[in-house]
């Protein structure tokens, strides 16, 4: 795992993007997501077979990279937990800021994980 810290307070440090490092990762910030990141990554290796691409794999690694990314910094999990308790609100506006912010909270943890 990476020692450096880039956005105030962390949980722990941004994890090498590879499967067991994030793995590692995932049973720090959120245990009870790992039986989910365990089928996800069966899933991208079968596809990367069938497909004889890495693709798959890839996105995959972005992906998990950028959940753990979220996991870890209470900043955007707050942020982001916000804003999906309010996605599906009666009031239109408050149901497209929210959505704005998740996608906002999104693009700032990928941007985060490929540096």
Known sequence: MRTR?????EL???PDQTPDALRVALSIVA??????MQAEKDEAFAKAVEWQS???VQSWVLIWAREIEIARR???SA????????????DPAIAREA?????AVLDEAMKAVRG
């Open 5 to 9: 810290s880039d956005h105030g307070h």
């Open 74 to 76: 209470p900043d955007l």
């Open 31 to 36: 245990p009870g997501r790992l039986d989910e």
């Open 99 to 103: 959505l704005r912010e998740l996608s």
């Open 54 to 56: 890495l693709s798959p």
């Open 12 to 14: 722990i440090p941004r």
């Open 79 to 90: 942020r982001y937990t916000s804003a999906k308790g309010v996605l599906e609100h009666e």
